[in-house]
């Protein structure tokens, strides 16, 4: 195989450095399974790794990109073979294991999934970890019983990667949303995704009372810390709150009252290492239970070397909905 170009980020004296580069296949990790990349995307932990916010990358050097759509060209593993078009979401790629943000990956089969065929390659990328969190915070909802019925479902962070696809996908199944973010700007937009009510960030991302008033049956959780403790605290009896995130912190300064006395549920959400069932579930789900016009509106398309301005971008919270990559 000819070199191909990569992203890749080096331990450095003063922290880290982040370069284009020439690979060849063995410059990669270890897998299975080699794939062509035709489109990636750009997430919170993404960001973590290009700016060196957070120690996200575990290997050096390595190739940032938790997510991937492509083609695969060589395999290894039996349930892929030339051709497929496959889907990779976490496993600690782009942590501990070269990413997406390069023309080629190799990876372990067991991690891909087969591309739904309901969705285009870069569709798939538009929904991305952070869209298949969100379906998985919904499906944490249903399991514990908190249905359009039951009363409005808080979102926090409402206007980023996670939450604006929770929006969508918690309107089309006919929940009142009640969507929290911290630009107002983005208020149209958000009840342009299906949000009835939006509420200030403020009022949720300080020091809060253990009880408070009951507002939601439920809701999806991005940031942590008081924004999670006051989603808890104001949760109606018998209700859950799914936590998929840590963007104010990870800290969880609450009490037991929620719990106790109103029989609440925080149910933790984990995509990274989540079995394969679990994934196919939530994918089949999307393909259901997502508008594609709604993705669309969420959605920008940007080329892939465009991906070291958006990672401090959606570190400062300054990038709206999802982004997809296109790779050369």
């Keep these: 195989m000819e070199r191909?170009?990569?992203?890749?980020?080096?331990?450095?004296?003063?922290?880290?450095?982040?370069?284009?580069?020439?690979?060849?296949?063995?410059?990669?990790?270890?897998?299975?399974?080699?794939?062509?990349?035709?489109?990636?995307?750009?997430?919170?932990?993404?960001?973590?790794?290009?700016?060196?916010?957070?120690?996200?990358?575990?290997?050096?050097?390595?190739?940032?990109g938790i997510d991937f759509t492509g083609t695969v060209e060589s395999s290894n593993h039996p349930e892929f073979q030339a051709g497929d078009s496959v889907i990779l979401n976490g496993w600690g790629v782009g942590e501990g294991h070269d990413g997406g943000y390069a023309q080629y990956a190799r990876v372990k089969g067991d991690w891909l999934i087969k591309?739904?065929?309901?969705?285009?390659?870069?569709?798939?990328?538009?929904?991305?970890?952070?869209?298949?969190?969100?379906?998985?915070?919904?499906l944490a909802l249903e399991a514990h019983g908190v249905t359009a019925e039951k009363g409005p479902v808080l979102v926090t962070g409402a206007a980023g990667g996670v939450g604006s696809v929770a929006v969508a996908v918690l309107?089309?199944?006919?929940?009142?949303?009640?969507?929290?973010?911290?630009?107002?700007?983005?208020?149209?937009?958000?009840?342009?995704?299906?949000?009835?009510e939006i509420i200030d960030r403020a009022e949720l991302s300080e020091k809060g009372r253990p009880l408070g008033k009951e507002r939601w049956a439920g809701a999806v959780d991005v940031a942590g810390s008081y924004t999670l403790a006051n989603a808890l605290s104001m949760t109606r009896y018998g209700g859950c709150v799914a936590a998929c995130g840590l963007a104010q912190g990870f800290d969880l300064p609450a009490t037991v009252m929620p719990f106790i006395l109103r029989g609440i549920t925080l149910a933790g959400i984990d995509s990274v290492m989540a079995p394969k069932p679990r994934r196919i579930a939530a994918w089949e789900r999307l393909a259901t239970d997502l508008d594609r016009d709604k993705l669309a509106e969420l959605t920008v398309t940007r080329p892939w070397t465009e991906v070291t301005d958006l990672g401090p971008q959606i570190i400062a919270g300054q990038v709206r909905g999802r982004v997809v990559l296109e790779v050369e």
Excluded at 115 to 126: E, G, H, I, V, Y
Excluded at 171 to 196: C, N, P, Q, W
């Design 171 to 196: 309107a089309k199944l006919g929940y009142h949303v009640m969507a929290s973010t911290g630009r107002s700007s983005e208020a149209d937009f958000l009840k342009g995704l299906g949000a009835i």
């Design 4 to 64: 191909f170009k990569a992203l890749r980020v080096s331990k450095t004296d003063d922290g880290q450095s982040v370069d284009w580069v020439d690979l060849g296949l063995d410059d990669l990790s270890d897998g299975d399974v080699v794939v062509k990349v035709s489109h990636s995307t750009v997430n919170y932990k993404d960001g973590l790794a290009l700016t060196g916010k957070a120690p996200i990358v575990r290997k050096w050097p390595l190739v940032p």
């Design 115 to 138: 591309r739904p065929a309901q969705f285009t390659p870069a569709q798939t990328m538009a929904i991305g970890t952070a869209g298949y969190t969100a379906m998985l915070c919904v």
